[in-house]
């Protein structure tokens, strides 16, 4: 299921590491699809994905869902549940719970967030290494409200702690809309925002949500082909890697040599 294209297909294209991988990482967002959707996902588009988010509670209203996370993770890709589904969890005392039910699913990572229940960022970083010690964690920054703003040293203050206590990534909110967070209502970039995380943490370690094709695009011009992305529709991820890769008009120039960037084709 590995996809590495080289120089041997066509020059001037950027390299992709190997899945497992570290940087470069692809999140997608499955929302309640079927066995046999998630089979056809594997077979046409699987080989680009790293991570697997079910998101929010849908893992709890979907059928053959235990089933689903073993096609996906015989094909290489991490699944875990989202983090309102977590919260979920949480708010009710019952964080063992919530092992049990991820464990009866059989999955190894897990995403712990509190963008929509209040947490003690003390308790949230306790559980961000608790869980750290047998489970891929990622852990995510940022409120699912629009009418809350946070100061950009919170988001950087926060991101560094949760480095620190163990997420693999922490991700930048954005929701499945693409219009909170580290975006304006109207899905435009928080430009003095991201850049004022980026500067302050390891962009490697930073999952940003980016749902929309020109939040991804934009994140491929401003980053580069190896920014981590998540959120991506999984009808949309095919499309979304030939933006990396400068195959799609969006980002087409950005990874030619300047000698060619000019050159008319006779």
């Not at 489970?135 to 699912?144: A, D, P």
């Not at 998540?230 to 030619?256: Q, V, Y």
Request: charged share 25%; net charge negative; proline share 3%.
């Amino acid at each position: 299921m590995n996809y590495h294209p080289t120089k041997k297909i066509i020059e001037n294209i950027p390299e992709r590491d190997m899945i497992p991988r570290t940087k470069g990482i692809t999140m997608v967002m499955d929302k309640g699809m079927s066995v046999r959707e998630a089979e056809d996902f594997i077979e046409t588009a699987g080989h680009l994905a790293d991570f697997i988010k079910l998101g929010f509670g849908t893992s709890l209203v979907t059928k053959n869902v235990k089933e689903k996370a073993a096609l996906y993770q015989q094909a290489g890709l991490k699944v875990y549940v989202g983090g309102t589904l977590f919260e979920a969890f949480a708010i009710r005392g019952d964080v063992d719970g919530y092992k049990r039910y991820i464990d009866n699913l059989g999955l190894d990572a897990v995403e712990i967030s509190d963008g929509s229940a209040e947490m003690v960022h003390e308790a949230k970083c306790r559980f961000i290494a608790d869980f750290s010690k047998n489970y891929t964690v990622l852990s995510e920054v940022g409120s699912k409200s629009a009418d809350v703003e946070i100061p950009m040293d919170q988001w950087i203050g926060m991101m560094q702690k949760e480095i620190a206590a163990g997420s693999f990534k922490v991700i930048a909110e954005a929701r499945e809309s693409g219009t909170v967070g580290i975006f304006d209502k109207k899905g435009s970039a928080d430009t003095t925002l991201i850049d004022g995380i980026a500067t302050n943490l390891d962009p490697n370690d930073i999952l940003w949500e980016a749902p929309l094709k020109s939040q991804q695009a934009w994140f491929i011009k401003h980053f580069g082909a190896h920014v981590n992305l998540g959120n991506i529709a999984p009808h949309e991820l095919i499309a979304m890697e030939t933006l990396r890769l400068g195959l799609r008009g969006d980002t087409f120039f950005n990874f030619l040599p300047e000698e060619i960037k000019n050159r008319t084709i006779e």
